[in-house]
């Protein structure tokens, strides 16, 4: 199975700050994603991008299969941004999500 | 917008219990999944169910967990005789095709003591 590697582990930042969470992983992808768990535990889809930009709002996302990475952009951080953010990939040849240890993002007021 | 819907939310047991949790996918997704999450770590995958058979699961997924599509709405996972261990959330979810977005539902948080 693909290995999947997030960075930074940890982020804090004030209200309206930018940042930009790395995702890589270590094998070819047909699908890559983004989610933002919330205080509740709740899995939200961000994005779906095994290739190419997206753009969502303040969020959007690149990811560059030939070089095994994805990064998630957040512009003006709001503090409701706060939570953890997890990429997850699935190889070519099987069904399953693989995921990343997240990045625990706190936006402070 | 369809949404994945799990019930219940939350499920307290006892150990050697059985416990079924249940799931309704999005009506016109024909894959599924189930996935756990240990209280403060990553999201791990435990099954994947296509054309009413198991297509791809995890070493979690041992003899003490079954899938089944029950009827044409749901799809329920069980756990035969839980142990501490399988304290944790459980994620639902599906997607229309193999490869395109996983779609999660909220998650069942188990508690077995």
């Known amino acids: 199975g693909i290995q999947v590697e997030q960075s930074p582990p940890d982020l804090i930042l004030q209200e309206g700050a930018n940042s930009t969470l790395r995702c890589n992983f270590s094998?070819?992808?047909?699908?890559l994603q983004w989610f933002h768990q919330n205080p509740w535990g709740q899995l939200i889809n961000l994005f779906y991008i095994p290739s190419g930009t997206k753009q969502n709002g303040r969020l959007s996302a690149t990811t560059v299969a030939t070089e095994r990475y994805s990064l998630l952009y957040i512009s003006s951080s709001q503090t409701t941004d706060s939570g953890v953010y997890f990429c997850?990939?699935?190889?070519?040849?099987?069904?399953?999500?693989?995921f990343g240890e997240g990045t625990q993002l706190t936006v402070n007021p | 917008e369809p949404e994945v819907t799990q019930t219940p939310s939350h499920q307290v047991t006892q150990m050697g219990q059985e416990v079924i949790l249940r799931c309704v996918p999005i009506?016109?997704?024909?894959?599924f999944y189930w996935y756990r999450q240990i209280l403060g770590q990553k999201v791990e995958f435990l099954v994947s169910?296509?054309?009413?058979?198991?297509?791809?699961k995890s070493e979690i997924f041992d003899d003490q967990f079954s899938v089944e599509r029950p009827d044409g709405s749901n799809f329920t996972l069980k756990i035969r005789s839980t142990k501490l261990e399988d304290s944790a959330m459980y994620f639902c979810?599906?997607?229309?095709?193999?490869?395109?977005?996983?779609?999660f539902g909220p998650g069942t948080r188990l508690l077995v003591l």
């Open positions: 979810a599906s997607s229309k095709v193999r490869d395109g977005t996983q779609y």
């Open positions: 997850a990939g699935q190889e070519t040849s099987g069904s399953r999500l693989t």
């Open positions: 009506s016109n997704h024909l894959y």
């Open positions: 094998d070819s992808v047909n699908n």
């Open positions: 169910f296509y054309n009413n058979e198991i297509s791809e």
